[in-house]
């Protein structure tokens, strides 16, 4: 699925603070895919938010890069690269992840 070219409009955790989910807006080429996700990441750890809006980046989060990997101990590593909308990057580990509609 691609997630690079999405907006991310909010981040939440759920489940007593132990599963972090973020809601995805797809970008309208994406005709094949619901236009609003969940992504639910189980057992989040790790969460570094690095954002700078600066003086002139106003509204939501439009990622320019996505990369999942699983390392060889079951566990995922996340990030989200906003390339300058704003400039920054999301990062997190989780022990599962699941994409709801």
């Not at 390392?71 to 999301?90: A, L, Q, R, T």
Request: with cysteine; charged share 25%.
């Amino acid at each position: 699925m691609p997630l690079s070219d999405v907006s991310l409009d909010g981040i939440r955790w759920r489940n007593d603070g132990k599963d972090l989910e973020l809601k995805i807006r797809m970008h309208s080429s994406y005709k094949d895919f619901p236009k609003h996700l969940n992504l639910v990441a189980e057992w989040a750890t790790n969460l570094k938010i690095d954002l700078d809006w600066g003086a002139r980046h106003i509204g939501t989060l439009l990622s320019w890069g996505f990369d999942l990997s699983k390392d060889e101990s079951g566990v995922y590593n996340v990030m989200f690269d906003f390339g300058g909308s704003p400039g920054g990057s999301i990062s997190f580990k989780c022990n599962e992840i699941s994409i709801n509609t």
